[in-house]
């Protein structure tokens, strides 16, 4: 009978939005409400397919930008569809909008010119090793996982999507949760089952744990079809960051989460103010703004992390497009920055666009571990020199 029943749940759940019930959890119900230090709420959001930095944060200043971009050379700022001003002879793509705001309120930093210890062009791999925090051939778990046992204590990490990417795969505790492209369960059915399974240690527990997450992060996916149920499966990468916020706001909610953002890869007709990649940039902005609203006050403990596995070339290749390159760009978002993370701030050096990495990358002048460990640091009230030595090995 018991097997019968595991076999059940197993097969039927996945069209009742509840497949991946053993992988999440209520963690309203893991850990009393407030536990954990005050400000230290971690998002991190990983671009998959390796953004533009040199589009995303132009350096319109530099001699060199316009020659080597060609066609795909942003508008100087106050130009119709120019960038919008930052400093230091940068500015920010115009779909950025709402990031630029952040900047001018102090919620925002960007560094240029930033690495992981890879230096090939495999998007598996620069992915692999921007997880990892590590290109040691033995480390098989991901640095966020690591930070988390690190800081002890009952912390909650959850993943925004089908599986836990391996960022956060480890000894530490970490779960998942994604939007249902498929129809939901009413009501009176989840009922059925929950008591049907209520005496099932394993599967009772889980299937209340998944419908205690999915009914917290469900609610910002949609507006509901007036019978409890929300339309989720929507796209784009708002929706995903309003999940993550609900999550993280719900008493005794994870202390971490990772979003990931596909589709960065932009070989051919990148284009400018519009196009592909403009296109993207604006879902991004889009995203963080809806993290920020559905925040709320919990915004100001909350540090924001943006990274991609590597840049791309600095020169426009043969179809309006850039190919794998190195040097990337990061964002450091938060309603908390300050002191050794300061916001309004360009962080690390910029090499400038005279030399070339490979005669066709911006030189990695910045170690993204660094980024990587302050951000965990100031979040968390860590020793960036501990981080350095026991989670970046």
């Given at each position: 009978?018991?097997?019968?029943?595991?076999?059940?749940?197993?097969?039927?759940?996945?069209?009742?939005?509840?497949?991946?019930?053993?992988?999440?959890?209520?963690?309203?119900?893991?850990?009393?409400?407030?536990?954990?230090?005050?400000?230290?709420?971690?998002?991190?959001?990983?671009?998959?397919?390796?953004?533009?930095?040199?589009?995303?944060?132009?350096?319109?200043?530099?001699?060199?930008?316009?020659?080597?971009?060609?066609?795909?050379?942003?508008?100087?700022?106050?130009?119709?569809?120019?960038?919008?001003?930052?400093?230091?002879?940068?500015?920010?793509?115009?779909?950025?909008?709402?990031?630029?705001?952040?900047?001018?309120?102090?919620?925002?930093?960007?560094?240029?010119?930033?690495?992981?210890?890879?230096?090939?062009?495999?998007?598996?791999?620069?992915?692999?090793?921007?997880?990892?925090?590590?290109?040691?051939?033995?480390?098989?778990?991901?640095?966020?996982?690591?930070?988390?046992?690190?800081?002890?204590?009952?912390?909650?990490?959850?993943?925004?999507?089908?599986?836990?990417?391996?960022?956060?795969?480890?000894?530490?505790?970490?779960?998942?949760?994604?939007?249902?492209?498929?129809?939901?369960?009413?009501?009176?059915?989840?009922?059925?089952?929950?008591?049907?399974?209520?005496?099932?240690?394993?599967?009772?527990?889980?299937?209340?744990?998944?419908?205690?997450?999915?009914?917290?992060?469900?609610?910002?996916?949609?507006?509901?079809?007036?019978?409890?149920?929300?339309?989720?499966?929507?796209?784009?990468?708002?929706?995903?960051?309003?999940?993550?916020?609900?999550?993280?706001?719900?008493?005794?909610?994870?202390d971490v989460c990772v979003l990931s953002f596909d589709g960065w890869?932009?070989?051919?007709?990148?284009?400018?103010?519009?196009?592909?990649?403009?296109?993207?940039?604006?879902?991004?902005?889009?995203?963080?703004?809806?993290?920020?609203?559905?925040?709320?006050?919990?915004?100001?403990?909350?540090?924001?992390?943006?990274?991609?596995?590597?840049?791309?070339?600095?020169?426009?290749?043969?179809?309006?497009?850039?190919?794998?390159?190195?040097?990337?760009?990061?964002?450091?978002?938060?309603?908390?920055?300050?002191?050794?993370?300061?916001?309004?701030?360009?962080?690390?050096?910029?090499?400038?666009?005279?030399?070339?990495?490979?005669?066709?990358?911006?030189?990695?002048?910045?170690?993204?571990?660094?980024?990587?460990?302050?951000?965990?640091?100031?979040?968390?009230?860590?020793?960036?020199?501990?981080?350095?030595?026991?989670?970046?090995?």
């Amino acid at each position: 009978m018991t097997g019968n029943r595991r076999s059940f749940l197993t097969n039927g759940l996945a069209s009742l939005t509840l497949a991946s019930a053993a992988g999440q959890a209520a963690f309203a119900q893991s850990r009393p409400a407030g536990s954990g230090r005050a400000g230290g709420k971690y998002v991190l959001v990983i671009l998959r397919g390796a953004m533009d930095g040199l589009a995303a944060i132009v350096p319109h200043a530099d001699p060199a930008y316009r020659s080597l971009r060609g066609e795909i050379a942003m508008p100087e700022p106050g130009a119709p569809g120019g960038t919008l001003p930052l400093s230091d002879g940068f500015g920010l793509h115009p779909a950025l909008a709402g990031l630029h705001g952040m900047w001018a309120g102090g919620e925002m930093s960007f560094m240029h010119a930033a690495a992981s210890g890879y230096r090939d062009r495999s998007h598996f791999d620069g992915q692999d090793v921007l997880e990892q925090g590590s290109t040691s051939a033995g480390v098989r778990d991901g640095w966020l996982n690591r930070a988390l046992q690190l800081a002890g204590g009952p912390r909650q990490a959850v993943a925004i999507g089908r599986t836990v990417p391996l960022v956060l795969r480890g000894t530490a505790s970490a779960s998942s949760w994604a939007p249902s492209l498929a129809p939901e369960a009413d009501a009176d059915t989840l009922t059925r089952l929950m008591d049907l399974y209520a005496s099932d240690p394993l599967l009772g527990q889980a299937l209340s744990r998944a419908v205690a997450t999915d009914a917290i992060a469900g609610d910002m996916m949609g507006a509901g079809d007036g019978n409890g149920r929300g339309r989720r499966g929507d796209g784009g990468y708002a929706p995903l960051a309003q999940a993550a916020a609900q999550l993280m706001r719900a008493g005794g909610g994870p202390d971490v989460c990772v979003l990931s953002f596909d589709g960065w890869d932009t070989h051919f007709r990148q284009g400018t103010s519009e196009g592909l990649l403009a296109n993207r940039l604006r879902q991004l902005d889009a995203a963080m703004i809806a993290l920020k609203t559905g925040l709320g006050p919990l915004w100001r403990q909350t540090t924001v992390l943006i990274n991609t596995e590597f840049g791309r070339t600095a020169r426009v290749n043969g179809t309006g497009g850039t190919d794998h390159g190195t040097g990337a760009a990061a964002f450091v978002l938060g309603g908390n920055l300050g002191g050794a993370l300061p916001g309004g701030r360009m962080l690390g050096d910029w090499p400038g666009l005279s030399r070339l990495h490979d005669e066709r990358d911006l030189i990695p002048a910045n170690d993204l571990a660094d980024l990587q460990a302050r951000t965990l640091a100031h979040a968390w009230g860590l020793d960036t020199g501990a981080l350095r030595r026991t989670v970046f090995v």
